[in-house]
């Protein structure tokens, strides 16, 4: 048992079962078994399930999509959400 996203203990195993049940895309991917979703955001696997999904589609690596990211659209410091009433 190989993991691949260690943020969210999902195996390599499971990544080949879910491409096999439909979920071609790392977004599709994302959605069902949560890679790349862990604090690293993808740092960590992403490279490695783009390979995964090219292998197993037998596509180049570089037509494999890469997730979308939302990041915050304006910081917001802790202290703004403090109860100032407790």
Known sequence: MKIICRCEDVTEE???QMIHEGY?????LKRIIRVTMGLCQGK??????AR???RELGI???Q???PTYRPPTKPIPISAT???DA
């Open 14 to 16: 499971e990544i080949v």
């Open 24 to 28: 071609k895309t790392m977004d599709d």
């Open 44 to 49: 960590g696997c992403r490279k490695h399930i």
């Open 52 to 54: 995964i999904i090219a």
């Open 60 to 62: 180049p690596v570089d």
């Open 64 to 66: 494999v999509l890469q």
């Open 82 to 84: 403090e109860d100032k």
